[in-house]
């Protein structure tokens, strides 16, 4: 008899518990919206949509301006690094 109680709560319990964190999260993503939307408001912040590699997710980011133009310096050196790497060794 115990063990058919303590069978049949299991699943309720998990159930109630499922419930109250996707109540946390509802929150935490309430609070992730109203901040995005105060950064993209801002003139000092770039925004885009970009999907992760391995992902059909899309996620939107938000960066500082400087922050974007280090990244593109970055990216841009990395790339004329491996030209000429590739153009000494012989492609």
């Known amino acids: 008899m115990k063990i058919t109680k303590i069978i049949l709560g299991l699943p309720i319990l998990f159930g109630l518990t499922a419930c109250q964190m996707s109540e946390g999260a509802k929150q935490s993503k309430q609070d992730e919206r109203a901040e995005l ?6 003139e000092n912040y770039i925004c885009r949509t970009v999907k992760k590699t391995g992902s059909n997710m899309y996620t939107r980011r938000c960066i500082t301006k400087e922050a974007h133009q280090r990244e593109k310096e970055s990216a841009h050196n990395a790339m004329s690094e491996l030209n000429r790497s590739w153009n000494k060794n012989g492609g």
């Open 37 to 42: 939307a105060k950064v993209e408001k801002d």
